[in-house]
């Protein structure tokens, strides 16, 4: 296994942090790695807001369901899927531009996400932690005005990032095999129940983070059982992503 | 700048590989250092599927808009956003899953694209060079049925793999001032312009790929103009992905 590999898979979400900053010029160099990414078709369908107004980050923090360390933490940026630049540009050269295409809220979704796993990737091989708060869908319109956001530019998710003043354990995840699947997709559902026993023992056996004696099925219930942000799609049609 | 910084940074798409193939365990490597990546809720929303089947490469080349490195790469990955199996285990453990939500979408979206960065980098780490296809999105639901894919899966992006046999150059991006933003968004249209002229030098001057006269802006028109993947909404409705 090569460093790179090592540190991809030694990643955990990092939510206590040292007092630390991070140099402007630190977080700079990570949002240019970021921008390396693949981008499909070379739109760069994103924007990130990097808060750093306390009062501003205290609000999110409570908005994202009470969240300190969104307070708390080094750097807080919010990563925005953004068609506003692209489209814009397309129609300055000229472009009859058709928006709120369901494609483009997957083109600009997917390409927030590879950009923002790429400065993930480059903070911590900085010995930064990191973790994504998608608790900023809880009130997206609200943290979408204390932002300034405008139509056609989405926020995604968070990021806190900062030096990690704890080392959580990293969380078990689903057997490979279940995962890669060769020329067909095929039922994986006995993999699944033996990954459910190796999580009730890790969550039994795990140090710092409570005993809980549950496991993997029976913590996805409060995501689908109550219709989680059931406002998402009123709010996106709101910001111009309307999904036709 | 590390080392790991400057393989994010020297990330370019590789659309012509050498026959050197990639031993199943340096794959498994690659989906496991991916699978090491964040995840909303511990969900694990994917499922990958290793396309072997010559005939089947062929079709899926062909529908992805005749990319034949889909057939010719050493290996071609479809990565499918997978709400069937969480919501299954969670029935399992006695939930009454509300499916279709516009939010499970953009959490197995999203899921998905973290997922395959970390793939990308690892491969990348290891030497090999990649090209995401966004192009099964072409005709999705034919590669749906040529993979069998179930309902609550859908492909969201393949990846071709494979030891490099070019070198193109590395595809400037936006500034770095127009995407990192403090506090506020604010408008970035002279970056932009400034952008344009930069990318219409490097079209003249670039090796190997052609010496287009276009620039930024005028490269997105048939992203816009031509409602580029008008059947995803119907597409995505019809495997389960309602957008309600």
């Known amino acids: 296994m090569n460093s790179t590999i090592e540190l991809l898979k030694s990643h955990r979400s990092i939510r206590k942090f040292t007092d630390q900053p991070i140099p402007r010029e630190l977080l700079v160099e990570l949002i240019q790695a970021g921008q390396a990414a693949a981008t499909s078709s070379h739109v760069q369908a994103y924007s990130v807001i990097h808060v750093k107004d306390q009062a501003n980050r205290e609000m999110i923090a409570e908005l994202s369901g009470g969240q300190s360390y969104v307070a708390s933490c080094a750097a807080f940026l919010v990563f925005c899927a953004d068609m506003k630049r692209p489209t814009e540009a397309s129609e300055r050269a000229g472009s009859h531009v058709v928006r709120g295409m369901t494609e483009q809220l997957l083109v600009a979704s997917v390409d927030t996400a590879l950009f923002a ?30 932002l300034h956001l405008p139509k056609h530019v989405y926020p995604v998710f968070g990021m806190c990032l900062g030096y990690p003043a704890h080392q959580p354990d990293i969380k078990p995840r ?71």
Not at 117 to 146: F, H, K, T
Not at 225 to 230: I, S
Request: proline share 3%; glycine share 8%.
């Open 174 to 244: 689903l057997p490979v095999e279940a995962i890669l699947k060769e020329d067909y997709y095929t039922d994986d559902q006995a993999l699944v129940e033996a990954f459910d026993e190796s999580i009730h023992a890790y969550y039994q056996s795990r140090k710092g983070g409570g005993n809980k004696d549950s496991n993997w099925s029976r913590n996805l219930r409060p995501l689908f059982d109550d219709k989680l942000r059931a406002h998402m799609r009123e709010f996106l049609i709101e910001r111009g992503f309307e999904m036709k």
């Open 117 to 146: 796993q790429n400065v993930a990737i480059a903070a911590e091989s900085e010995g930064l932690g990191l973790c994504y708060i998608g608790g900023i869908r809880n009130n997206p319109q609200q943290i979408s005005d204390l």
